[in-house]
């Protein structure tokens, strides 16, 4: 199952989106999708260069994309990785293909952080909730 939506997926320019009742497995599908572009278990996900899965729960209002990625990403911060070297990928300056893994739609609050959900053609995003 999860190699046929992950192909699916990795064809798709504009994006998708996870709707369901709560308790479905929609955040536990997108931190799998990751994990598996993560141990190369996906081969269709190699489309990407970086997959980042973002939980809305925790975003803060006015803060940067880039900040809300390190600071959920244990590795990041490890790797003392640095906002503009994020904000680079993100903007399509490095010409690296992104999947953005927006988990949580459904508890973030409109308008709470507006740049968050601005479309990039550089980048593809997935949204649960």
Same mark, same amino acid.
């Given at each position: 199952?999860?190699? +046929?939506? =992950?192909?699916?997926? /990795?064809?798709?320019?504009?994006?998708?989106?996870? /709707?369901?009742?709560?308790?479905?497995? @929609?955040s $536990?599908?997108?931190?799998?999708? =990751?994990?598996?572009?993560?141990d190369?278990?996906?081969?269709?996900?190699? @489309?990407f260069?970086?997959?980042f899965?973002?939980?809305l729960?925790d975003?803060?209002?006015?803060?940067?994309l880039?900040?809300i990625? *390190?600071?959920?990403h244990s590795?990041?911060?490890a +790797?003392? #990785?640095?906002?503009?070297e *994020?904000?680079? *990928?993100?903007?399509?300056? $490095?010409n690296?293909? #992104?999947?953005?893994?927006?988990?949580?739609h459904?508890?973030?609050?409109t308008?709470? +952080?507006? /740049?968050?959900?601005?479309?990039s053609?550089?980048?593809?995003?997935? $949204?649960?909730?």
């Amino acid at each position: 199952m999860w190699d +046929n939506l =992950a192909y699916q997926w /990795a064809y798709l320019d504009l994006g998708f989106n996870f /709707a369901g009742q709560g308790g479905v497995g @929609k955040s $536990t599908s997108m931190k799998h999708l =990751a994990l598996s572009w993560a141990d190369g278990d996906s081969p269709e996900l190699t @489309k990407f260069d970086f997959i980042f899965h973002v939980a809305l729960k925790d975003v803060k209002k006015d803060v940067p994309l880039e900040e809300i990625i *390190i600071a959920q990403h244990s590795g990041l911060k490890a +790797n003392k #990785v640095q906002p503009e070297e *994020i904000r680079s *990928i993100l903007e399509g300056e $490095t010409n690296s293909k #992104v999947l953005l893994l927006l988990d949580g739609h459904d508890e973030y609050k409109t308008g709470q +952080n507006p /740049a968050l959900m601005r479309p990039s053609k550089k980048r593809a995003c997935g $949204t649960a909730g």
